[in-house]
Every structure is written in structure tokens, then in C-alpha cells.
């Protein structure tokens, strides 16, 4: 069965500073991979997607992630971190880009940006 | 152009009763889920709905059921409430062969928070 597993609970980090959000993950077959954020009391936004092609992923809001295959990571990254970053992060798998396919995500890493 | 619907956005239900909650996809968009997100917890799917069939199933009991309708909208239905259906349902609405830059993505509305009491 496809996984993903978030080992952070939080991530803290100085407003300006560059962050990291980290995600590992266990398929069968070619991964496909999302990066999501959610707001306090809101639904999930759409950042970022590893389908194919380049390992490194540029996504909204400056957001970026790196598709490392031999270590099968996915790490969510920014360089300079603001303030109105700090929510919770979810990474997902999902089993083909086309189809019947459900989405399977990870815990769920809280970030919290600091002034 | 609208991103995912869900209505309503909180509501308060008595152990036992039913509850429907409904969305409208995203435009262009053929495919909806249901996912149900628990306090503190990921989003779990429920279920998918293609050309108004379920086509895919969680790890859910039968008394969550669902229904799409021709304009593509859907319905989530849950029966007999427990305390434990209290979590925050999440539509999510994709095109099920769209290919591009914006394919395969799939987007969330922002959810019906449900509480049984």
C-alpha cells in the first residue's frame, strides 16, 4: 500500500530563515506526490505536485520541493520564510496520475514561523 | 472561475440522527471524493464518484454513502451518527484523464465541520 510518513510534528523556524518540511515515502511502482497546506479552520490548498521530470518542483507562494528517488523524500522547502507561513503541512501519495485513484496522506507537520 | 463548494460549512447534529452534506467540483471537473479529517489527524478518503457511480471505497462503514448527480455534484450521506463521525469532510473534485500542468491535481473546498453531540 502506498505511504507516506511526515516525522515532525512541528517545524520551528525565524521569520526570514530557510525552511524545511519533511516527507519520506513508500510506493509500489512510479510516485506521485502532492504537498498541501492548510490554514486554521480552512480546507486544503494545493502547493505543489511531483508527477515526473525535474526533481526539483517549484509550487505557490514560493514554495518548492525536491524529489529525491534513492531516498525517497519529497521535502517541502523555502528559502525565506514569513510569518503567514505558519500552518499545517500535509504530504500525499497518490497511486497513478489518472483514474480511480485516491489521495493517502501523511500526519500532517505544523509549522510555525516566529517574528 | 469556482473552486470547490461545500455546503454547509458548520452544523450540529444528536447521535443517531442523519446528516447530507453536499458539494459542486471545481470547473471542468468530472471527479468528486469525499475525505473525512479528523481532529489533529490527515485527511482519510471516504469514497469517489465518476459518472455518478462510486468507484472507489475507503475504510468507512455503510452508513457513509454518497450520490453524484448529472451536473456532477455530489452528496455525502451519513446515518445513525456516532461521536466519533465529529471530524471536519472535505469534497475534493478532480478530472479523472486531464493531462498538463494542471492535470492530476486534485483541489479541496474548505470543508463541513460536523459535530455530534
Known amino acids: 500500500a502506498q505511504s507516506v510518513a511526515q516525522p515532525e510534528d512541528q517545524v520551528n523556524v525565524a521569520e526570514g530563515n530557510p525552511l524545511t518540511v519533511k516527507c519520506t515515502y513508500s510506493?509500489?511502482?512510479?510516485?506521485?506526490l502532492f504537498w498541501y497546506v492548510q490554514y486554521p479552520n480552512r480546507g486544503l490548498q494545493f502547493l505543489l505536485k511531483?508527477?515526473?521530470?525535474?526533481?526539483l518542483v517549484k509550487g505557490s507562494y514560493g514554495f518548492e520541493a525536491e524529489f529525491n528517488k534513492s531516498q525517497t523524500s519529497f521535502h517541502l522547502k523555502k528559502p525565506s520564510a514569513l510569518v503567514s507561513d505558519s500552518a499545517l503541512y500535509f504530504c500525499a501519495v497518490r497511486d497513478s496520475p489518472t483514474g480511480f485513484q485516491k489521495l493517502v496522506f501523511g500526519t500532517g507537520t505544523r509549522l510555525l514561523v516566529s517574528p | 472561475d469556482a473552486g470547490v463548494t461545500q455546503s454547509p460549512t458548520h452544523l450540529i447534529k444528536t447521535r443517531g440522527q442523519q446528516v447530507t452534506l453536499r458539494c459542486s467540483p471545481k470547473s471542468g471537473h468530472d471527479t468528486v471524493s469525499w475525505y473525512q479529517q479528523a481532529l489533529g489527524q490527515g485527511p482519510q478518503f471516504i469514497f469517489q464518484?465518476?459518472?455518478?457511480?462510486?468507484?472507489q471505497r475507503g475504510n468507512f462503514p455503510d452508513r457513509f454513502s454518497g450520490h453524484q448527480f448529472p451536473n456532477y455534484s455530489s452528496e455525502l450521506n451519513v446515518n445513525a451518527l456516532l461521536l466519533g463521525d465529529s471530524a471536519l469532510y472535505l469534497c475534493?473534485?478532480?478530472?479523472?484523464?486531464?493531462?498538463?500542468?494542471?492535470?492530476?491535481?486534485?483541489?479541496f473546498g474548505e470543508g463541513s465541520w460536523l459535530t455530534v453531540v
Open positions: 510506493v509500489s511502482g512510479n510516485p506521485y
Open positions: 464518484y465518476y459518472e455518478e457511480e462510486e468507484r
Open positions: 475534493a473534485s478532480s478530472h479523472i484523464y486531464r493531462q498538463g500542468p494542471s492535470g492530476n491535481t486534485i483541489y
Open positions: 511531483y508527477i515526473t521530470g525535474d526533481n
